[in-house]
């Protein structure tokens, strides 16, 4: 007890940050967090690329969503624990109470973009739906309740019970930073304390989060509460020290990505998600603490990844059995599991290291997968979410439905994309970094203090032209730390129209440190020569193929635009060009990308499996590439990332 | 009733061949048949290749199962229920009995090769066993007893107890074709009756192979008795009428492929095994009824295999989920399933089509998959089985093993082996048929009933020497069918010295029909260069890859034989030659492939996932590819039969 005291004694005192100055993480007061988020309403999305997937999430997705939670009994599930209806059998599989509160993190979001007192009431009142169903013990989970009740903690590794707990914590958190109102948060604080008195070494009860999720929701909670003991419990479920109590086999071990110590693995297995989770978890905790055992982890980790499981669209989870890793390079595209979660998931990791390091390369995994492996998650249209994001399907795949069962990815897509904002820009203590360009105005304040205002205007993602005019209340010495993409190979850098003193390069923030006044303009220009690119030849199904990216956008071709030849029968001419091409009607208006391709003088399912001569492609065809996030967006077809080379 | 009769008297007098002269299948009669296999016993390997292979097999790999399966409890499953011991539990999955049946099936056709009074009494004391646990009504499985006996045809999908029947009266024909002794044929028989009794068209209670393979047996048991029920019992279950009754999902119908009509399929889909059995039986059936609507699904199905679902090993089914058939192309190297038993299935599928058409395509994929996805299955102890035979393996994947709970291959790798020369030759109205070149000495008559001779001298698959000497007891006129394998793209064929006047098209038959006289030699020279294999550019993990074959054999890089480099870092340099040279020592005698590759500046694994630019191999490196069916015979090593070309 003791201990605490005095931990809680040298904490600075980030409680004081108020609740409408906290962005998606709050760490003003974190000792490793180099970057400091702003909040999400600080950040004005304006007409462009991401505030259409904006718009579309909060004017149809949200909406859509609640309709068909409550068509599938999620909500109902905690009104018959309220006594009105409990004669109502619960539907769905264990883990629907997270769907509902990950729908309320994202509806909460979405208030800081445009508020709305109808939504409002309608999270108020959900709130009070849910509480309802709280025991007085501060014990709240809709599956393990009657008959059930007796299994509860009892089914660590497949019960979700932390799970959800740790989602009806961030969206307690997200409604908290949005409008002040704590019911929500307070209800998840309330089951948490439960398992502070209850739970952790021995002799209290073992816990494993069979699912992480709750960890990095732990870390946040901390940040909101600076109450440490929630960290400390982030830190016993890291520390994976109930193998032994909870009896776990090494398949659960590699399957669940908890139940041993965090900093003793050395790469990515099991369920993506989970262990996404879990290492987004530990860089929090990295964060608060510095342990540097959790930071050589990390690295190994972070480094794993990117080296041999991360599909080229940001997709992450190779195998459909236990929606799992493979192993290195094991990066099939039409069998790719690449759930939208998991994307997310390494989006919020990514998210984490960067705070921690300034490093862009975090900035860029980050943008790879939430302009294509996450950005594919959603139609168009609002309505069809994916759960899988393969890089090839044929025409029979049906991968864009309005409804799953397991309901993590419409949410989850949606709490995404309704804060978008709020990953867009930095502070620290140097000054202001932007991670992400797409037309938006921020109205926030240096860490000195002094009120910023930002506009930022833009073509991207299919222009390179980048505007910035900076509004400091007055003149004032900052860094303002520009992220130079990886695909910018040749950027050009203007300050109030004369060349930068410093010379931009790929994959690194590009540090402009002067004295700035109201109505100093950066001008960027970003490489966006469209760019093919080759993946290791370990990947046993890419090799002597590319990709084409451009900007941050990775295509792929399609059927519908390539009546010519099927997708799978035609290869890239290395010596015909490849030209970019705006089509306003399509798909929302989107730059294409034109080819003169070779195609097989028959079509390849008319030819042998086997055979002496090497089939060559030699008979021109125009082929068209369309963006990957796109993909089945007009209705099912053959779709493919990767062509082969001629 | 009256129609069974008639067709009894339209029979041929298929029941006067004497037991002796049965072969593997007992076609004489077979109206669809135009060749006809000889008597095992008929054909004596002589030292070469294969004779090797069923040296270990009758030597080692039968002795030794025996004792395994012993050990693990499959014969006593048996003996428990004589009374002796039935408060022992039975062991091992419920189709273990099939595996005893196998074993019995594999040692009867040795005794063809090597007669050996201490094995068939051996045998004589197993079929006591089993036959000790039969019922008086017929009815035999070990699983299926006790408190499961009411579960008896109500598992219809999972239950193999149609299976284990099968398998039982394989093993009862194979033994009384080399012996003469019924017995064990004779409890198959009862067990069929029973079957005949109860089951059926309704009002009968329905039956269903939830497990394929009772079809090719009750069409060989049909052809063994001349009792047209048994046939008429096939049928009905290749008929697939009891859909409703036994109320199949759509699920159930993919992965047995059974339970539709036969005739409505149109690709092989479901687990492999069981797809591939249906179809061996659907084609027996055809050869006994020539039923054009089977005739054109086997087609069907044929060209499906061969266009896009066989690996150039010969082996098949391309997902560990459902042990199944992927998707036409879907040929993962080192995910592949390739169970033995699905190479084997396949191998019995051609033979059959084979026997009904005299086409060489139907040879050709047997010896493809003979002697590469076959031959892999055991190692060269005779003691190490693979159940998987994938096309590429790093060190850490386990794949030969002494034991498998489920162990189907292992005997089903010894029965194929034991019984080698009866794939060798058959017999037609016009003469003889040489389908597969090894060592060997023929002792039989051709149809006119001429005793005939004749001596395979040759040093295949290594070298393209055969020379055959024929001797007819006197002279006379037939046709002389000599396989020209599609390899041997420069086949040269000398009659008694002299140019031959037919010349030779590979994956055809060439006839050679003249006045044979006893002491007449036909000398082939097959050409048995190294030939590079392309696949269909659709086989996502093949393109800008190449495989090797040299003769029948398909070559593989192992990492025991490739110091240079991993042999996943290496690629073939179409400017420099591909050199066979046999190595005497090792193996066992094998024609290795000498090649100064290319590999990388840097191991892959230490270059990026992505990148701009190209990854090239360009610095020298010498590799040398064994014959693929040896590999991890030295041990778990990396492995791959596709190598990139640069």
Same mark, same amino acid.
């Given at each position: 007890m003791r201990a605490a005291v005095l931990l809680l004694a040298l904490l600075p005192a980030a409680a004081q940050t108020p609740w409408r100055d906290q962005g998606l993480l709050e760490l003003k007061a974190t000792p490793q967090a180099r970057l400091h988020p702003v909040p999400v309403r600080a950040v004005t999305l304006q007409p462009g690329f991401l505030k259409s997937r904006q718009d579309v999430t909060i004017g149809k997705s949200i909406p859509t969503l609640l309709t068909l939670l409550e068509e599938h009994g999620t909500v109902d599930n905690f009104r018959r624990l309220a006594g009105n209806s409990s004669n109502t059998p619960r539907r769905g599989p264990l883990y629907t109470d997270s769907d509902l509160y990950k729908w309320i993190e994202g509806a909460a979001w979405s208030l800081n973009v445009q508020p709305d007192p109808k939504l409002e009431a309608t999270i108020d009142k959900l709130t009070d739906v849910i509480l309802a169903a709280q025991e007085t013990s501060g014990y709240l989970n809709t599956w393990f309740v009657e008959d059930k009740a007796k299994l509860r903690f009892q089914q660590m590794v497949t019960g979700h019970e932390l799970y959800c707990l740790g989602h009806m914590m961030q969206a307690g958190i997200a409604y908290y930073r949005t409008t002040g109102k704590r019911k929500l948060l307070d209800g998840s604080i309330r089951f948490a304390d439960y398992l502070l008195r209850d739970f952790g070494p021995a002799p209290k009860q073992p816990l494993l989060t069979g699912h992480p999720e709750l960890e990095l929701a732990l870390a946040e909670l901390y940040r909101t509460t600076v109450d440490r003991r929630y960290l400390n419990l982030a830190a016993y479920l890291l520390s994976g020290v109930e193998r032994e109590r909870l009896k776990l086999r090494d398949r659960d071990i590699a399957y669940i990505f908890s139940g041993i110590p965090f900093t003793t693995r050395t790469q990515f297995e099991g369920h993506a998600v989970r262990a996404l989770y879990a290492a987004t978890g530990a860089a929090d905790?990295?964060? /608060?603490?510095?342990?540097?055992?959790?930071?050589?982890?990390?690295?190994?980790?972070?480094?794993?990844?990117?080296?041999?499981?991360?599909?080229?669209?940001?997709?992450?989870?190779?195998?459909?059995?236990?929606?799992?890793?493979? /192993?290195?390079?094991?990066?099939?595209?039409?069998?790719?599991?690449?759930?939208?979660?998991?994307?997310?998931?390494?989006?919020?990791?990514?998210?984490?290291?960067?705070?921690?390091?300034?490093?862009?390369?975090?900035?860029?995994?980050?943008?790879?997968?939430?302009?294509?492996?996450?950005?594919?998650?959603?139609?168009?249209?609002?309505?069809?979410?994916?759960?899988?994001?393969?890089?090839?399907?044929?025409?029979?795949?049906?991968?864009?439905?309005?409804?799953?069962?397991?309901?993590?990815?419409?949410?989850?897509?949606?709490?995404?994309?309704?804060?978008?904002?709020?990953?867009?820009?930095?502070?620290?203590? /140097?000054?202001?970094?932007?991670?992400?360009?797409?037309?938006?105005?921020?109205?926030?304040?240096?860490?000195?203090?002094?009120?910023?205002?930002?506009?930022?205007?833009?073509?991207?993602?299919?222009?390179?032209?980048?505007?910035?005019?900076?509004?400091?209340?007055?003149?004032? /010495?900052?860094?303002?730390?520009?992220?130079?993409?990886?695909?910018?190979?040749?950027?050009?850098?203007?300050?109030?129209?004369?060349?930068?003193?410093?010379?931009p390069s790929p994959n690194t923030y590009l540090a402009l440190r002067r004295a700035w006044k109201p109505g100093d303009t950066v001008s960027l220009t970003l490489d966006v020569a469209s760019r093919i690119i080759h993946a290791n030849p370990r990947v046993a199904e890419d090799y002597g193929k590319v990709a084409l990216q451009r900007g941050p956008i990775v295509y792929a071709l399609e059927q519908h635009d390539n009546p010519g030849a099927s997708v799978f029968d035609v290869a890239i001419d290395p010596r015909t060009p490849i030209v970019a091409e705006f089509a306003p009607d399509l798909l929302g208006g989107v730059t294409v990308l034109k080819h003169q391709g070779l195609t097989y003088s028959s079509p390849l399912d008319q030819q042998p499996l086997y055979t002496f001569s090497q089939p060559k492609a030699s008979k021109p065809v125009s082929i068209t590439f369309v963006p990957y996030y796109t993909f089945h967006d007009r209705g099912p077809a053959s779709m493919t990332v990767w062509v082969p080379v001629q």
């Open positions: 905790y990295w964060l /608060e603490t510095g342990d540097p055992a959790y930071r050589r982890t990390l690295d190994l980790l972070w480094n794993d990844l990117v080296s041999g499981k991360m599909f080229v669209t940001g997709g992450v989870g190779s195998r459909a059995s236990g929606e799992a890793f493979g /192993e290195p390079w094991e990066l099939p595209n039409r069998q790719a599991y690449t759930e939208s979660c998991a994307a997310i998931a390494g989006f919020l990791f990514n998210q984490r290291m960067l705070a921690g390091s300034g490093d862009a390369k975090y900035a860029d995994a980050m943008e790879r997968a939430l302009y294509n492996g996450i950005n594919s998650g959603m139609s168009s249209s609002g309505t069809l979410y994916c759960y899988r994001n393969p890089l090839a399907t044929t025409e029979k795949d049906r991968i864009r439905n309005p409804w799953y069962d397991t309901c993590c990815c419409p949410p989850n897509l949606q709490r995404t994309f309704a804060a978008l904002g709020g990953y867009f820009y930095s502070t620290s203590k /140097e000054g202001l970094w932007v991670n992400f360009y797409d037309n938006s105005t921020l109205d926030w304040r240096l860490e000195s203090g002094t009120p910023l205002k930002a506009t930022l205007t833009t073509g991207q993602p299919w222009k390179g032209d980048v505007r910035i005019t900076l509004s400091p209340s007055k003149q004032e /010495e900052f860094t303002l730390f520009l992220r130079i993409p990886s695909w910018s190979l040749g950027t050009q850098v203007l300050v109030n129209g004369a060349p930068a003193p410093e010379s």
